[in-house]
């Protein structure tokens, strides 16, 4: 089977480099054809160089860039979809790693479920141990949602059920003909260079699952995502809080209950309360939840409102 790794990156030569060495030593699988594809999204950095590189060196499989001059990640995916000549589409961001048996996972997982749609792998944040001990925590107090993209459903393979964490799209592949089915990513959504957008994943993933269609996880095919130690400032995480639950709103639009000023009405006696939490907490790690909380809501309530401007 054809097969197209597809990778969008906006000025993150570094990083992208990091990601292509994961990818030239992880172990390829026979039974797919290989190509990978850099859809350099508006750079003004070195991806062309860092690119060009690992084509002299060799050792990722066809590589080859593509330009999307429009900002956004949406815009890039849908670019590079469009340009892969893959059966199978297999995502990485390019502030992740690969690991060793990546390739060889997604390999028998097309192999084990003919059935399904798509399949998500394993993202977990990619720590050196530098990172503070609040990250860690998983007590009463714990940030939600993660500052760093995580998502780990365990070491067993399955199927994603209704009522799981909507994996994100680090680490996704699927059959291009589903593009043809439920289409690509909505370009109002995700990240505009290197701003706090996102939930482009969620709204592509959530319409699989809306449809019944199959969507298996797959722990083995494991990703390490670049833990950038600014997102562990208190600053960072209460602003990508606020951001990721607006986003998810729009992408996610809930319908029915009780509402005002556009918005679902239990949202806004949550935010008095985690505000008011916060304003009166002793300690920092208690301070620190409900100021995340507060966020998210405010963020709920935000989303929600644009949601039902949209819709009428």
Known sequence: MDATILICTHDRAVLLDRLLASIAAATPPASLAMETVVVANRCTDGTSEVV?????????????????PELGKS????????EAHGELLVFADDDHRVSPGWLQAVARAVESHPEAAGFCG???????????????DDGPYRIRPYPVPNFDLGETERRVAPGDFIPGGGNLLFHRVLIDRIGGFDPSLGPRGHDLGGAEDIGFVGRILDLGLPLWYVPDALQYHYVDPARLRLGYV?????QRARDTRLARPREGGRRWLGAPRYLFPQLVGHAWRAATAFGADRRRHYLVRAAAALGEIRGSRQSSRRGR
Do not use: C, F
Request: no cysteine; net charge positive.
């Open 238 to 242: 209460v602003r990508k809080a606020y």
């Open 122 to 136: 394993r993202i977990l944040p990619d720590w050196d141990g530098t990172e503070p001990a609040w990250v860690h």
């Open 52 to 68: 060009a590189t690992w084509q002299r060196r060799g050792g990722v499989s066809r590589l080859r860039m593509v330009k999307e």
């Open 75 to 82: 815009h890039a995916l849908n670019h590079g979809i469009a």
